[in-house]
């Protein structure tokens, strides 16, 4: 699905060769400031290569119009974007982008239950904690219904017991629906248990990938 060949992006990223595969999840692993973050916004086009080139597909990334990519390839930012109304406007706001019509309420509410956010849709969006805005970001992201998510550090803000409860339900929303996941995580056990393949950074360059 993805692959990187050559890929240079100013000194923090220089990566000689990488796949990955389509419809498996992949986590990312490596130290703070090892260009994890860096590689999931080259993969959707958020920052662009220096040198080297992404594919997406067989094609070259910057050859595919950025909105259109973004549709498919969506990102879940480790620090979540929340907007004024509620939080159906909110989870609507994912759909508008997609150019796709509003969906009924029980729909919003089964992915508010995917992302373990127990709120009513017409709870403003704005007075929800940290956890529960990156839960309502997550739930965004799932219901835009892209072809690949990349998620970065999708559950830092969250307790053990709900960080599992996400990780799981993102796990199993992408096997049922044929997604593909390329999460960064701070967590070892979680990467071992969850990934299908795994991919170790360090200091910008891939030390390992399995």
Do not use: W
């Amino acid at each position: 699905m993805f692959k990187l060949e050559k890929v240079k992006y100013k000194d923090i990223l220089d990566i000689d060769n990488l796949r990955i595969k389509e419809n498996i999840v992949t986590c990312i692993l490596g130290q703070s400031g090892s260009g994890k973050t860096t590689l999931l916004r080259l993969l959707n086009n958020l920052k662009s290569p220096d040198g080297g080139t992404v594919y997406y597909n067989d094609n070259d990334i910057l050859d595919i119009n950025p909105v259109n990519l973004r549709r498919e390839v969506i990102m879940l930012s480790q620090n979540p974007v929340v907007f004024d109304g509620t939080i159906r406007e909110n989870l609507n706001l994912a759909l508008e982008f997609k150019e796709k019509e509003r969906v009924s309420d029980d729909i919003l509410n089964k992915y508010l239950e995917i992302s373990n956010l127990n709120k009513s849709l017409d709870t403003n969006a704005k007075n929800l904690s940290g956890g529960e805005k990156q839960r309502l970001s997550l739930a965004r992201v799932l219901l835009s219904d892209g072809e690949v998510y990349l998620l970065d550090e999708p559950s830092s803000s969250l307790d053990d017991e709900t960080e599992r409860f996400v990780i799981k339900s993102i796990v199993d929303f992408a096997k049922n629906n044929n997604k593909t996941v390329i999460m960064v995580t701070h967590s070892v056990k979680i990467a071992e248990e969850y990934g299908k393949d795994i991919i170790r950074i360090n200091k910008g360059s891939v030390i390992d990938d399995r």
